[in-house]
């Protein structure tokens, strides 16, 4: 907490306060707040200042002075501690003053040093070994991996293990909060307890101050000053070789003396565990230990087993989703839960009070990821919800590109989505092949229904999977590919367009079409029943739509696929037209 006049600044919360109220304060005006309190005294130019608040984007300066003008309303009295120097930016005449507490404790310890032990730190020893292996070897370590993966909780853990190998304490500097260049150096300056005061020190005294002595420096959440950061962190490795450092970001600081460690998931059970099993993964074991503590042990004692494992599952071993997820058990029950995945951007809230905004909910979490996102690759990423599974380079640029949209910008698009661990990339021998995690796709597909393109793309993706039966179908196709893993995604992916074409929302002559091509591969496929009963509501949709609006041949593949398969199904199948 920051004094400034009567009012009192929370730059992590982002919350302004006078006499233990909070003060209602526009986004850009608290931006504009936060960076001139940050600067402590220096003066922030009007540049800095545009790229702090407005990054990336061209405004007019005419903006700093509405947002200003409303900031100093607020200020009241206090208005003029802001001072506007005429052609040059902007400072404040009083030098912000930190709680007593907190002045306290600067003192005291030299630094910011590492928090407490957590109780619930599971399923990572392995990683923390490596960890503090590999800073042995290299002199920038960073932590990478998707928002609530747990890079945070897993640095503080392994940087605690490695503190023996260092002569000076662990030095711990947040950068949640912080949006310049100056202001990284003045966190790296306060989090190391370095002799300086007075003006902003530049990158050559805070390397100078760092001396040559063999330390370690932990980073925290990088991602947002992602390019001040590897700047500085540059600059502190060439000027002292003997300096570590170690970073969490949700992608790499891209500099030539980085090793990336991608932090992975925790385990999950995996399809028709038995219980032991499931109890040995470490994703169940988190979800447990978190219900044990909000319900009491013997109440999470009782707990389905298989119910826990299919959750963890679900929530793809995140750990933040699954803290959350066990939280909601105690209003919800397990089976409520369960049953509510399929809206866990609602469910999924309600994390620690002391934990950063973006770590309470998941939604909050992905927000934080997709507003570092530009305009197109933000394009790209909703419109990557249709694929359920993996999919192709081919088939992304299928379904996404439009005038738009180009190929070009799906490239740099793709692989800006993969280095924030936003998608994850496989390859199967020379070919990438991506998916996002279950709960990625869920905040993607909000994205994409919030933005009125979900009707569009997904008619793009029928049309696109019907295509691809459609040239299965004029292919010699090998023994043993119809059991193929590719094959099983792109009957999913097409189950899925199949019920959205027949939905009040969707487009039965779509439907139809794409109908005429999966009807043959399912009865190739064997799956007799499946085939039946999707070619009869294709059918019953043919009653339905006007004269000669569907291809002779489409239709005539569909009746052909019902008659084919009716005689196989034991039970009874009929369409609408022979009721």
Known sequence: MIELGRFQIDLEMRTLWQDGEVVRLGSRAFDILAVVTSAAGRLVTKDELMNAVWPETIVEENNIHVHLSALRKILGPDRGLILTVPGRGYKLLQAPKKSP??????????????????????????????????????HVLTLVGAGGIGKTSLAIEA??????????????????????????????????????????????????????????????????????VA?????????????????????????????????????????HSTDAEILQRSAVNLFLMRANSLQGQGEAEGLDIQLVGEICRRLDGIPL?????????????????????????????????????????????FDWSFALLDASTQSLFRRLAVFGGHFTFEAMCAVV????????????????????????????????????????????????????????????SARYLSSCFQARSNETIPRGADNSPDLRQTLDDARSAFDWAFSPDGDPLLGVEL???????????????????RAAQAVDA??????????????MRVRAALASARPYVHRPVSTSAEL
């Not at 990683?127 to 290299?138: F, G, K, N």
């Not at 066990?326 to 951007?345: F, K, N, Q, T």
């Not at 390859?427 to 993607?444: C, H, I, N």
């Open 101 to 138: 507490r907190e002045e306290a404790d600067l003192h005291t310890s030299r630094g910011r040093r590492l928090p407490s032990p957590k109780a619930d730190f599971v399923g990572r020893d392995r990683a923390v070994s490596e960890i503090r292996a590999m800073l042995d070897q290299t």
């Open 231 to 271: 700047e500085t962190v540059e600059s502190l490795i060439a000027a002292n070789a003997l300096l570590r450092v170690l970073v969490t970001s949700r992608e790499p600081l891209r500099i030539v003396p980085e090793t990336v460690f991608r932090v992975d998931p925790l385990d999950v059970p995996p399809p």
């Open 321 to 365: 989703a699954i803290e959350l997820a066990a939280a909601r058990i105690v209003s919800l029950g397990l089976e409520g839960v369960y049953r509510r995945l399929d809206d866990r951007m609602a469910i999924l809230a309600g994390g620690y009070r002391t934990a950063l905004p973006r770590h309470q909910t998941l939604r909050e979490t």
């Open 515 to 533: 109908a005429s091509n999966l009807v043959g591969a399912l009865l190739d496929c064997g799956m007799i029943e499946e085939c039946c009963t």
């Open 401 to 460: 590109c439009d005038a738009e949209l180009t190929i070009g910008s799906v490239i740099c698009g793709i692989s800006e989505l993969a280095a924030k661990s936003l998608v994850n990339v496989e390859f199967d021998g020379p070919v990438a092949k991506y998916r996002l995690s279950e709960s990625t796709r869920a905040y993607a597909l909000e994205k994409l229904q919030a933005e009125g393109e979900k009707q569009e793309i997904t008619s793009r």
């Open 542 to 555: 043919l009653e339905t739509l006007p004269a000669r609006s569907v291809d002779v041949a489409s239709e």
């Open 159 to 228: 940087a605690r293990h490695a503190a023996p190998d260092f002569p000076e304490p662990v030095c711990l500097v947040e950068l949640a909060t912080l949006n310049t260049h100056e202001a990284v150096l003045a966190a790296i300056v306060e989090g190391c307890g370095l002799p300086m005061s007075g003006q902003q020190p530049d990158i050559d005294q805070v390397a100078t101050a760092l001396g040559k002595t063999r330390r370690l420096l932990l980073l925290d959440n990088a991602e947002h000053v992602i390019r001040y």
